[in-house]
């Protein structure tokens, strides 16, 4: 157990220095989510009442989106110089990849979505209606289902030839459940018309289930060819 | 009369890529402490059986055994140098080591420096190995690929794009190391290099070993045609 922790802080280390030194993942999610507000901004032009209802759905879609531009970065790094050969000739566990790799994911995306909110409050004139603490809990376990789940398959696909157009072929239709979720759970909180605990639930539910998955499988994936 | 049990047995391994068939049917034993030197032409299944023997490219029919265990089973004896650096260009060499350090749980970062200046670098060089020369990226990449003291060293053209006195320095290096027992396996074109401090040449041709030899020069295709 002290050892999968060591290799995973390590990776985890590794990660965010390499990407901190770079900034290849982090650049692109800001300017495309930043493109995304303002074209919907000026595509729509909602009032404050109309900006409540559709926001939820734009938000999300914004950050999924971005969100895959991170998760083909996380491996793409490992591709070059194919370093991930060097991890899969050691003894260190797949697992320890696999969950270094989603927290850092998480932490990318978590980074991009501080910085995008108050664009978001600001352009659609936002004021929430209902429990606004419970977005923190939708954010974040909403965060989490993108990125376990992307993180999963973008390795899947990392093997294939056109590997950037894969993942979002495996991981969009995957996602819908995850997404209604969060959609229907900011909706909720937003406009304070319905209770978003269903929601909140469905979230949790979705992400233990789909994070033991990937965990389980992922050393197949890793030692795959 | 040798005694000592192979460390390495590879029985009929077949590893096809789609239709195409890398290796068929190689069979092979190898004795521990001894340099051996995989040789032929492009294509004809070296890199394939060196990742075989490492546990990244997984038979299709046979069987690998290292000391007696899977390749996956043996990796912490396992030193696997590829073509490509297996390294990170954007950190330092000894930022690259120390995270592969910690995957084989060694702590600290003495045997990280030790290996850096074996290999003939200097272990405080903070340049990214993304702006090393192609020599020096083969040397850090071999310092990773000894940096857990493996038993046996898996090399994949260690000397590509090295000048040749790095290159012979390289080879004192891995004859040393064979010396202290280590089994050392180097996939190369450049044969030359390794007269007198390899112990056997294996000749491969159309993914099976068609000749073992004690020196270079009494294999008939050897040397080349210009």
């Known amino acids: 157990m002290n050892l999968f922790w060591s290799i995973m802080l390590a990776t985890l280390a590794k990660d965010i220095r390499l990407e ?19 074209i919907f901004v000026f595509s729509f032009d909602p009032l404050a009442e109309e900006s409540r209802h559709i926001v939820g759905g734009l938000v999300w ?32 566990p797949a697992t320890a990849l696999f969950v270094a790799k989603v927290l850092g994911n998480f932490l990318f995306v978590s980074v991009l ?14 004021h929430v209606l209902g429990p606004a603490w419970q977005l923190i809990p939708v954010a974040l376990l909403g965060t989490w ?6 993180t999963f398959f973008a390795a899947m696909s990392l093997r294939t030839r056109s590997r950037e157009l894969m993942l979002p072929l495996l991981l969009f239709p995957v996602s819908i459940p995850a997404v209604l979720g969060m959609v229907a759970a900011t909706t909720s ?37 | 009369m040798n005694l000592q049990p192979p460390v390495v047995k590879v029985e009929n391994v077949v590893k096809q890529f789609g239709r195409f068939a890398a290796l068929r049917g190689v069979t092979a034993e190898f004795e521990g402490g001894r340099f051996h030197v995989i040789l032929g032409d492009n294509g004809a299944g070296k890199t394939t059986l060196l990742r075989a023997l490492a546990g990244l490219a997984h038979p299709t029919r046979g069987a690998v055994s290292i000391l007696g265990k899977t390749p996956h089973e043996a990796c912490r004896d396992l030193g696997y140098m590829a073509h490509p650096s297996l390294l990170y260009d954007e950190m330092s060499g000894i930022e690259n080591l120390r995270y592969f350090a910690s995957l084989y749980d060694i702590p600290g970062d003495d045997r990280c420096r030790e290996v850096i200046r074996a290999v003939g670098l200097d272990p405080e060089l903070a340049r990214p190995v993304g702006k090393y020369s192609q020599g020096m990226r083969q040397r850090m990449s071999l310092a990773r690929a000894i940096l857990h003291d493996p038993k046996i060293l898996l ?9 040749v006195h790095s290159a012979r320095e390289m080879v004192a290096l891995l004859a040393g190391m064979r010396d202290a027992g280590k089994t050392i396996f180097v996939v190369t074109h ?4 390794l007269e007198g401090a390899a112990d056997e040449f294996l000749w491969m041709e159309n993914g099976q070993i068609v000749d073992r030899t004690r020196d270079l020069s009494t294999h008939s295709t050897y040397p080349e045609p210009a």
């Not at chain 1, 989106?65 to 050691?90: G, K």
């Open chain 2, 155 to 163: 090399l994949d053209e260690p000397f590509s794009n090295v000048d």
């Open chain 1, 189 to 225: 909180i937003l406009t304070g018309e319905n209770p978003a605990h269903f929601y909140i639930v469905l979230l949790l539910t979705y992400d233990v289930v789909f994070t033991t998955a990937c965990i389980g499988l992922f050393d197949t994936v890793l030692q795959a060819e």
């Open chain 1, 145 to 150: 289902a993108l990125v376990v789940n992307g």
């Open chain 2, 190 to 193: 450049q044969a030359a290099l």
């Open chain 1, 113 to 126: 979505e501080a910085l995008m909110t108050p664009l978001f409050v600001i352009f659609y004139n936002l």
């Open chain 1, 20 to 38: 901190w030194r770079s900034k290849d993942a982090l650049n692109a999610m800001l300017f495309f989510s930043l493109l995304v507000v303002v």
């Open chain 1, 61 to 92: 879609v914004a950050f999924l989106f971005a969100a895959v531009v991170a998760l083909n970065q996380t491996w793409a790094r490992e591709l070059r110089n194919q370093v991930l050969d060097a991890y899969r000739v050691s003894p260190a």
